[in-house]
């Protein structure tokens, strides 16, 4: 069965930073796209960065040189390393795992639109 656990996330002040991982040892596909999502209350998710089996990664353009996704392959574990961050970054954050995304396109329904696997979420909090 395949299972993405989270870890990570937190409180933390504007201008700080956390690092989000998540368990991918139980996901079976070689071909793949892998990424973090984020939810606040009352909205759909949102695609914050993406990688796929090729090494190609994209970020939604309020993250880029904030944030960066990678993944250490021996310990099966995907990464967001959050770099000051900002109040509107809070959110509940979601690892998420697919067998294709259209070219790493940040979107919930092109993601699901494949075999996909989520994680349990972990809220992230940045208080100005």
């Known amino acids: 069965r395949v299972q993405l656990v989270q870890s990570g996330g937190g409180s933390v002040q504007a201008g700080g930073s956390l690092t989000l991982s998540c368990d991918t040892s139980?996901?079976?596909?070689?071909?793949?796209?892998m990424g973090w999502f984020r939810q606040v209350p009352g909205k759909g998710r949102e695609g914050v960065a993406a990688?796929?089996?090729?090494?190609?990664?994209n970020y939604r353009d309020s993250v880029k040189g904030r944030f960066t996704i990678f993944q250490d392959n021996a310990k099966n574990t995907l990464y967001l390393e959050m770099n000051s961050l900002k109040p509107e970054d809070s959110a509940m954050y979601f690892c998420?795992?697919?067998?294709?995304?259209?070219?790493?396109?940040?979107?919930?329904?092109?993601?699901?639109?494949?075999?996909?696997?989520w994680g349990q979420g972990t809220q992230v909090a940045v208080s100005v």
């Open positions: 998420a795992a697919t067998e294709a995304c259209g070219g790493l396109r940040l979107s919930e329904v092109e993601w699901r639109g494949w075999k996909n696997y």
């Open positions: 990688l796929d089996s090729d090494g190609d990664i």
């Open positions: 139980t996901y079976p596909s070689s071909g793949y796209c």
